[in-house]
């Protein structure tokens, strides 16, 4: 996708997501009655997207302690294998985020994982709670603390992270009062018993899975909890599980990220063949990060007027955008125009649309929900002053953002520990990880490597982007993940791809 997820603060913007069933409620209904498997399936095919997919309505309890108190209705939906004869499963496609839909990622992606697959699953999705079509939860956040630049925490101009701390506080105080039950329940445990109560629902004694970005730490979260009901599992895009941070540390990897992928785009925007699009940013790929860098700061001085009233583009828009482009090559171009005309005095840049529009205010919540829930921040102001200031200094692309505070400093204890990743459990992972990923570092994929120990294997990429598989990868990554679907053969070892 070109969208760009926000989640855990660190990884991307909150995709608006594409609504495939009427909109649930919280309801009463009893959770024995999913347990009998009551789904109602009904088309919901979209423009562009597989003309076979079906969508329903999963049950869940609001709090799995209390199993026959409060549920939540999630969306869910399938397209169904069309090669009966080839079929050995269900597959589960586990979104990004967190925020990210995933019955919108199945839109997207189903064509091509049947092209792939040639029949041998049934691919099926859920959107997690608070997100597309499953029960939301709203913290009541004004449209300025709903920016991407503002749910971030991007110091200011010089360093400085007042601002951040009183923001942080007002949107944890805000979420308390208003985000309810449903808020505190959006945890990634809970989005791995929600997953295996679709497995239960479906009624299938094992899923397989392709998890994304976060996704790959739902599917992380679910084999360490469900290890028998695994077939096999891919995750594409990992970062470091380690309990004792979970996206405090995924945060934290971003400045690396974002080195390691600056690069690609800096040799494409010195590049000759950007000169006749316009888009050529310096004659040499080296002068490309000063020319950033110094723009960024220019505008921290004066901001710019863009296209978008009311929305300037500060040095803040313009590093997040920087971190959105990265994402995938084909953006490297809009980022591109956008330093172009910044720099044109009488010009108004054209902002992207995640940049120009605040985050809806249920789509804000889950943002910071799940982030928030899943483990304890630091809460001490001075420490993060102070780590914000060494950051900036060894990472100026993202000026302190990945050491700032948040409102996971301000929020209430979690409610259960962490899920410690451990080695134990069936050898029935692969992983396929970029060498230059912007969002889950290869630094950070190799602590989930590690975690796991024999029971994955790992497919190196050497290329940039995140999101490998039938994404930003290539033809050798995706023949691996393709072939370990189809025949559960795995590399007898970690292996290579060159690009």
Request: with cysteine.
């Amino acid at each position: 996708m070109t969208t760009y997820k926000l989640g855990a603060l660190a990884l991307s913007a909150a995709a608006v997501a594409v609504t495939l069933s009427a909109s649930p409620l919280t309801t009463t209904a009893r959770a024995a009655d999913t347990a009998s498997g009551g789904l109602v399936w009904t088309n919901c095919a979209q423009k562009d997207g597989p003309a076979t997919q079906e969508c329903a309505t999963l049950t869940v309890p609001v709090d799995y302690s209390d199993p026959r108190g409060p549920q939540l209705s999630l969306a869910v939906s399938r397209i169904r294998s069309d090669r009966p004869g080839e079929r050995r499963g269900t597959l589960a496609v586990i979104p990004g985020g967190p925020g990210s839909s995933g019955v919108q990622r199945l839109t997207t992606k189903g064509d091509a994982l049947r092209r792939e697959l040639g029949g041998t699953y049934d691919l099926v999705a859920l959107d997690p709670r608070g997100v597309g079509g499953s029960a939301k939860a709203s913290c009541g956040l004004d449209e300025g603390d709903r920016r991407m630049v503002t749910l971030r925490s991007w110091p200011a101009a010089d360093g400085s992270i007042d601002e951040n701390v009183e923001r942080s506080r007002r949107t944890a105080e805000a979420c308390a009062r208003n985000g309810g039950d449903v808020l505190r329940s959006m945890t990634t445990a809970n989005q791995a018993r929600d997953l295996d109560r679709f497995r239960q629902a479906l009624g299938e004694e094992k899923l397989s899975a392709w998890g994304v970005s976060y996704g790959t730490y739902v599917g992380a979260v679910y084999a360490q909890k469900f290890p028998q009901r695994t077939d096999r599992w891919v995750f594409d895009s990992s970062n470091d599980p380690d309990p004792s941070r979970v996206a405090r540390g995924w945060l934290a990897y971003m400045g690396e990220g974002v080195e390691d992928r600056f690069p690609d785009f800096a040799a494409w925007a010195a590049h000759p063949d950007r000169a006749k699009e316009g888009l050529r940013l310096a004659e040499r790929p080296e002068d490309v990060r000063p020319l950033v860098i110094a723009l960024a700061e220019r505008l921290d001085r004066e901001p710019k007027e863009s296209a978008k009233a009311g929305v300037p583009v500060t040095g803040n828009v313009l590093r997040q955008a920087l971190q959105n482009a990265l994402y995938s090559d084909g953006a490297f171009a809009g980022f591109a125009r956008l330093v172009v005309d910044a720099q044109v005095p009488d010009r108004k840049p054209t902002l992207p649309p995640q940049l120009a529009e605040a985050l809806s205010d249920e789509d804000a919540a889950i943002t910071v929900g799940v982030i928030c829930n899943d483990v304890k921040w630091p809460r001490s102001v001075p420490a993060h002053q102070r780590a914000v200031t060494a950051d900036r200094a060894r990472h100026p692309l993202t000026a302190g953002l990945p050491a700032n505070i948040t409102p996971c400093s301000f929020w209430k204890a979690p409610a259960e520990k962490p899920t410690r990743i451990t080695d134990r459990g069936p050898s029935n992972i692969l992983m396929i990880q970029s060498l230059r990923d912007p969002a889950t570092p290869y630094a950070a994929g190799l602590k989930m490597r590690r975690a796991l120990g024999d029971r994955a294997r790992l497919v190196t990429v050497d290329h940039g982007g995140h999101g490998m598989y039938l994404g930003n990868g290539n033809a050798c990554g995706d023949a691996a993940v393709t072939r370990f679907l189809r025949t559960g053969e795995r590399p007898a070892s970690d292996t290579y791809c060159a690009n």
